[in-house]
């Protein structure tokens, strides 16, 4: 079943074109705007309109979303749901699970158990994730239901109004107690997985602050400026602190068998409904461990 994004029409926006408001009111990109454009899927009062068709207040202008057919299998898998509405779903991902199939592990991702979910709900859609985390990260895996829903929350993280924040567990006691690093990140020489710190990398910027010390090893509270892949990992481990875990950056695997990292909180506008949205992820039972919770 395809869906809709409504939008009433208010007093001020009275005259603009039905472009103008799908355009600045409502952010679609231009390419979304011309597949839609092309497909009649823009309708004002429930009947198909051209963009250059001037508005009246109180009029219901809807941008009608087409499902695609994806390639990724089903599979019956828990999921540990932690929010879901018709627009979003938000998962707690374990460690040790792919978000994505691999040509060499087509089953038991992430994205094969929300296939099987929404087949369950009549939905028949792509796999859209607004983020990922590396398979031995666990924690909050964003999911847009719609082509719309993954372009605004895509623009909210290059605006800065998209909030990651990640606990992580370092070796050593991190000093000072809170700051900013700002290193850029380029793949290693002769690797396809290995990151590292280098002058001709991405910029990379990552804020930090020590929640605990813990037995010569500290509990850190990070955000995320930039999406760049392994972030979290190289940065602390440029500051001389690997996560506990973390084989490839110099991390400690005596105590933990995966880098002990947890997307734990998300915070952003939600695209349609417009209110501000926030999700936790409580800690996982390896993490309880080495903090000594039960």
């Not at 979290?232 to 995966?258: M, N, S, W």
Request: aromatic share 8%; net charge positive.
């Amino acid at each position: 079943m395809d869906k809709a994004i409504p939008f009433v029409i208010p007093d001020f926006m009275a005259g603009w074109t039905v472009e103008r408001v799908l355009r600045q009111s409502m952010g679609i990109s231009r390419t979304l705007l011309r597949s839609a454009k092309s497909n009649g899927d823009i309708l004002l009062d429930n009947l198909p309109v051209k963009t250059n068709v001037a508005v009246k207040p109180g009029q219901l202008l809807e941008l009608r979303l087409r499902q695609k057919e994806t390639k990724v299998l089903p599979e019956k898998i828990e999921l540990d749901i932690l929010f879901e509405d018709t627009h979003l779903l938000a998962l707690n991902k374990p460690p040790g699970m792919l978000v994505h199939p691999l040509t060499t592990e087509p089953m038991g991702t992430l994205a094969n158990g929300v296939i099987y979910h929404w087949q369950q709900q009549g939905i028949t859609d792509l796999f859209r994730p607004v983020h990922r985390l590396d398979r031995d990260t666990s924690g909050i895996v964003l999911v847009a239901k719609n082509s719309y829903v993954s372009q605004q929350l895509q623009l909210q993280m290059k605006q800065g109004k998209f909030v990651r924040r990640y606990l992580a567990l370092v070796a050593g006691e991190v000093d000072p107690r809170q700051g900013v690093i700002d290193a850029p990140i380029d793949l290693a020489e002769g690797s396809f997985i290995k990151r590292i710190v280098s002058p001709g990398g991405k910029y990379a910027v990552s804020h930090y602050r020590v929640l605990r010390y813990l037995n010569k090893e500290s509990l850190v509270w990070v955000e995320l400026e930039t999406g760049r892949t392994h972030q979290v990992r190289i940065h602390l481990a440029h500051l001389g602190y690997p996560l506990l875990g973390d084989y490839l950056y110099g991390g400690d695997t005596t105590k933990i068998k995966r880098q002990a990292l947890h997307c734990a909180y998300l915070a952003f506008i939600h695209p349609v409904k417009g209110n501000p949205t926030k999700i936790t992820c409580p800690i996982p039972t390896d993490f309880k461990l080495l903090l000594g919770m039960k």
